[in-house]
């Protein structure tokens, strides 16, 4: 339809100027997954860092250009510390990314995610469908941090919370959502070979940061956090698929495969026609 937010241009140029400005990306994240993040900052061109400790993660975040903030492995002392530092990016303008991994499969994680919520403005909140609908007020199913059920309702979920929240909300799955600004998008892009290796969705969380980090720029090359998200997932997407297209032996090589991609992609001319793989919900 007319009028898409983005295309391959938008998508190449964002990358471009991400490298261009190698973003600080401050990381609060999964103990599982720290190196799965950090690469894929790294390798998109920003600069993460992983201050967890609660006497400098309110410093780092002040002084970063993205910070993100992921619930996988947050003990009540890392939640604080999560507050700190999310808090202190509110007060000087750096986009705030929540990744609320397995909401509502502990009574833990789900008082942990509700205090970040009350305490921290997010830009962005991404999560898998069943965390995305908990967070909406509607019945899912999460075991462990893994979304159990069908996917239907996703985009509704996706803007209920967003219209509650004023954030930007990713529900990431074979088909992502993203929703906010009074518009949702769904985006058909990727492959099923993404979900083969721990870290993945953390992944994305990273890149939406990344993303995120260059919307302030002198000259953006996005206008707004919803299409910096939709750039991120393209962006993410399309390197999921040129990583499936070498045909890579088992999930190890495709990881490798993966990781690949996202450093080439900003380099590579893109052939994609993502405008057909992108519509309004």
């Known amino acids: 339809m007319p009028g898409e937010p983005i295309d391959a241009d938008r998508v190449r140029a964002t990358l471009s100027a991400v490298r261009a400005s190698a973003p600080l990306v401050h990381h609060l994240t999964n103990e599982v997954t720290t190196s799965e993040t950090a690469n894929v900052t790294l390798h998109w061109g920003g600069l993460p860092v992983m201050a967890n400790a609660p006497a400098e993660a309110g410093d780092m975040a002040a002084g970063a250009d993205a910070v993100v903030l992921n619930t996988g492995t947050a003990s009540v002392t890392d939640v604080d510390a999560m507050i700190d530092a999310g808090t202190r990016a509110n007060e000087n303008g750096v986009p705030v990314v929540l990744d609320p991994v397995g909401y509502g499969a502990t009574p833990h994680r789900v008082e942990s995610v509700s205090?970040?919520?009350?305490?921290?403005?997010?830009?962005?909140?991404?999560?898998?469908?069943?965390?995305?609908?908990?967070?909406?007020?509607?019945?899912?199913?999460?075991?462990?941090?893994?979304?159990?059920?069908?996917?239907?309702?996703?985009?509704s979920a996706a803007q209920?919370?967003?219209?509650?929240?004023?954030?930007?909300?990713?529900?990431?799955?074979?088909?992502?959502?993203?929703?906010?600004?009074?518009?949702?998008?769904?985006?058909?892009?990727?492959?099923?070979?993404?979900?083969?290796?721990?870290?993945?969705?953390c992944m994305l969380a990273s890149t939406l940061g990344t993303v995120a980090a260059v919307t302030d720029a002198s000259e953006p090359p996005v206008d707004s956090t919803r299409e910096a998200a939709l750039v991120a997932c393209a962006a993410y997407g399309l390197a999921g698929e040129r990583a499936a297209a070498s045909e890579p032996a088992g999930p190890a090589s495709y990881r490798t495969a993966f990781m690949d991609a996202v450093a080439s992609l900003a380099d590579d001319p893109l052939d994609a026609d993502v405008e057909s793989r992108l519509s309004r919900v």
């Open 115 to 155: 205090r970040l919520l009350d305490a921290v403005a997010f830009d962005v909140i991404k999560g898998n469908v069943g965390e995305i609908r908990g967070l909406a007020g509607e019945e899912a199913t999460v075991r462990g941090v893994e979304s159990v059920g069908e996917s239907d309702g996703a985009a």
């Open 160 to 201: 209920a919370l967003a219209a509650e929240t004023d954030a930007v909300v990713v529900t990431s799955g074979p088909t992502d959502v993203v929703a906010g600004d009074g518009a949702a998008y769904e985006l058909a892009v990727g492959h099923e070979r993404m979900g083969s290796f721990v870290g993945s969705g």
